[in-house]
């Protein structure tokens, strides 16, 4: 099995999570996404050589799409996808090597993914790339609470 790494707030109520799930704190507190991403990455250093990165806000990811994004990564640093003239980088594909760069924006008070992924050269494929996957976007719908999460569902082409 691939290493499948949770990175989370310390205050942060999680759900109960399978065992092989790997559970990390951010470094650094109150840094948003990329605090985040820099734990995830410093847990999968050298065990892998790129991370398929998701916030918690996509419940309607689809498998399909991120294989899709996976193979899209090539020999690219990142990929990060593009619907509506809006980009995604917090479901992304990233290359564990972005590392000291994640390190560096940090630690100059960067807290936003969109900055990560504009740095590091993030390749972005537009929804045109991902439709035959996810026609309907799903996979990058936003949802935050309950009531959101409904109306996705109801409304999703899942």
Same mark, same amino acid.
């Given at each position: 099995?691939?290493? @499948? $790494? ?7 109520? !999680?759900?109960? #999570?399978?065992? %092989?799930? %790997? $559970?990390?704190?951010?470094? @650094?507190?109150?840094?948003?996404? #990329? &605090?985040?991403? &820099?734990?995830?990455? +410093? &847990? ?9 990165? @998701? ?11 991120? *294989?899709?994004?996976?193979? #899209? $990564?090539g020999g690219h640093p &990142?990929? @990060?996808?593009?619907? +509506?003239?809006?980009?995604?980088? #917090?479901?992304?594909?990233y290359r564990i090597d972005?590392?000291? !760069? ?7 008070? %960067?807290?936003?993914?969109? *900055?990560? *992924? %504009?740095?590091?050269?993030?390749? $972005? ?12 976007m799903d996979s990058l719908?936003?949802?935050?609470? /309950?009531?959101?999460?409904? /109306?996705? !569902? ?5």
């Open positions: 099995m691939r290493p @499948v $790494v949770t990175a989370s707030r310390r205050e942060q109520p !999680l759900p109960a #999570l399978p065992p %092989e799930v %790997e $559970v990390v704190y951010d470094a @650094v507190e109150n840094a948003g996404p #990329l &605090a985040g991403m &820099a734990a995830g990455f +410093e &847990a999968l250093a050298g065990r892998c050589e790129a991370a398929l990165v @998701v916030s918690c806000d996509h419940p309607l990811l689809k498998p399909a799409f991120t *294989a899709r994004l996976i193979e #899209l $990564v &990142a990929v @990060v996808p593009s619907h +509506e003239a809006r980009s995604y980088p #917090l479901v992304a594909v972005r590392r000291p !760069l994640l390190t560096e924006l940090l630690a100059r008070g %960067e807290r936003r993914a969109h *900055a990560f *992924a %504009e740095r590091c050269g993030a390749h $972005v494929v537009s929804s045109a790339d991902l439709a035959d996957v996810d026609l309907a719908r936003n949802v935050n609470d /309950r009531e959101s999460y409904e /109306r996705a !569902l109801r409304d999703s082409s899942a």
